[in-house]
């Protein structure tokens, strides 16, 4: 009984001593029961934070995005001109060029993406935008390397994409390109983002490179082939591909104006072809040492050689014609293209028969110096 006694008074004592375990005070507990408050507290904040800032975000976004022009005013902006060119009969001889004469045009010569000399677009590809053709319309890489140096320098710097570049150039305002700001960034952000969406990036690359200034009133590719190379772009070759990707940037440092800068700018472009991989380092080395026909002044382009009575003459019908008071550069808008009913070979005759009348005359004593010569077809009026 005793014993009995003994062993309910252990087991009693033991309960007695675990339930006051029980009940004394746990730090440890309540600790862990602050922290897990505390991070719930953090992570309903974050959560708070991000919606906030994911709304605002998407408003930012919608509020530009609802700015992106009509897919017609992207190809075919409102500053297009092109140059007007006057042909022969058969369209083979180019009599003359006129460029847009107003303040900031120049020469232009639309261009498929097909027609130019793949050269000319991976050169453009590797030197400004290596990720052009997976990114979604921005570097993202560049624009974080460029928005940690601007906090340091304070300047708005770099980083657009081929895309960007493009936004820029057609669709930003004139007045607002040459602001350095970071509403003006984030719309072009916004709007690459947007035109990537919309258009394929074979048409946005087209764009890039028909828009472009090239220095001495070139603007796209085309006009900068004929400008500095007297030849198309679809002709142009690996190291004139490489002379003329990085112009864009500093159009001054062009091959007619600075040759020596023109060539270090070359080089730096066919590096980027190598690293990108589209050459080895052998054919940027065999392009650098290419030697360049260049022309010797953009004044040579536009020299007439052949009929310029007769080319200017018919310049002068087509103002009249088609150029009004409510539009007095239409023709260089559109950038006509005119062929006319001049024969060459007859017109190489008639200048020889006139040259010969003429030195007649001077054998005779008699004071002539100049001729002229009109042959018309009679029933058609062709002159």
Do not use: C
Not at 13 to 18: E, G, T, V
Not at 118 to 130: C, I, M, Q, S, T
Not at 253 to 266: H, V, Y
Not at 326 to 343: H, N, V
Request: hydrophobic share 40%.
């Amino acid at each position: 009984m005793n014993r009995l006694n003994r062993h309910d008074y252990i087991l009693m004592a033991r309960r007695k001593r675990q339930r006051a375990k029980n009940n004394q005070p746990r730090p440890w507990l309540w600790a862990s029961q602050g922290v897990g408050a505390v991070a719930l507290m953090v992570l309903l904040a974050v959560i708070v934070v991000v919606a906030t800032g994911a709304a605002t975000t998407y408003g930012i976004y919608t509020s530009y995005a609802a700015q992106l022009p009509d897919a017609s005013v992207i190809e075919e902006p409102q500053d297009e001109f092109e140059t007007v060119r006057i042909y022969d009969r058969t369209g083979q001889y180019l009599l003359y060029e006129s460029i847009d004469p107003r303040p900031f045009k120049g020469d232009r010569s639309y261009v498929a993406l097909s027609e130019m000399s793949p050269w000319v677009f991976n050169a453009a590809v590797a030197l400004e935008d290596r990720n052009f053709w997976e990114n979604p319309g921005i570097n993202a890489r560049g624009l974080f390397r460029a928005f940690f140096s601007n906090l340091q320098g304070g300047a708005v710097q770099g980083g657009s994409s081929i895309t960007q570049q493009l936004i820029k150039n057609i669709i930003i305002a004139p007045e607002e390109r040459a602001q350095q700001s970071y509403a003006r960034k984030i719309k072009e952000v916004i709007l690459a983002l947007e035109v990537t969406r919309r258009y394929p990036k074979e048409k946005i690359l087209e764009w890039y490179l028909n828009y472009n200034s090239y220095g001495n009133l070139a603007y796209g590719v085309e006009a900068a082939s004929q400008v500095y190379f007297g030849k198309s772009s679809r002709d142009l070759s690996l190291a004139e591909a490489a002379m003329l990707a990085p112009i864009p940037q500093f159009p001054a440092l062009n091959p007619i104006n600075n040759l020596e800068d023109a060539k270090e700018r070359q080089e730096l472009a066919l590096q980027a072809l190598v690293t990108a991989g589209y050459i080895t380092a052998d054919e940027a080395a065999a392009a650098y040492a290419e030697p360049l026909a260049l022309r010797q002044s953009v004044a040579e382009r536009f020299d007439i050689l052949t009929a310029p009575h007769y080319a200017l003459y018919v310049l002068d019908q087509i103002k009249n014609e088609f150029n009004t008071v409510e539009d007095p550069y239409y023709i260089w808008r559109k950038g006509l293209q005119i062929y006319t009913t001049l024969d060459v070979d007859l017109q190489k005759y008639a200048e020889q028969v006139a040259r010969e009348q003429i030195a007649n005359l001077v054998a005779q004593d008699k004071n002539a110096t100049n001729a002229a010569v009109v042959v018309i077809k009679n029933d058609t009026g062709e002159i």
